[in-house]
């Protein structure tokens, strides 16, 4: 590889860096609005299932299964959230490849 080369590679993955940043930001975003969302609908289902009378030590788990799509949005929003994490370290990793690289081939 030639510097060149190399250091334009290094720019691309510090402008993709840059980038992830906004959309891990905005993941973030999404994974506590889908936290908040489920937490309110699990209390008024468990407040609704008191309402009914529905035995007190039932609630809980038949509450979790009525609001399960709830559930599965903010388990999706944190995975995402988690992946995007991820994605941004591996950036992080090639600039740190790269930038060896290019240490290597200037001192040669």
């Known amino acids: 590889m030639e ?3 190399i250091t334009k590679e ?3 993955a510090s402008q ?3 980038k992830s940043a906004n959309a ?3 993941l ?3 994974k506590a609005e889908t936290e908040r969302d489920y937490r309110s609908m699990l209390a008024q289902e468990m407040l609704k299932l008191k309402a009914d ?3 007190a030590t039932l609630i809980p788990d038949v509450a979790k299964g009525n609001v399960s799509e709830y559930l599965f949005q903010r388990d999706l929003a944190e995975a995402r959230f988690k992946a995007g994490i991820e994605a941004a ?3 992080k990793v090639q600039v740190s490849a790269l930038q060896t690289i290019l240490k290597y081939q200037t001192d040669v």
Do not use: V
């Open 53 to 55: 009378g529905m035995q």
């Open 89 to 91: 370290d591996a950036i």
């Open 24 to 26: 891990l930001f905005e």
């Open 10 to 12: 290094i720019h691309e």
């Open 28 to 30: 973030g975003k999404t």
């Open 3 to 5: 510097l060149i080369e």
């Open 16 to 18: 993709r860096l840059s």
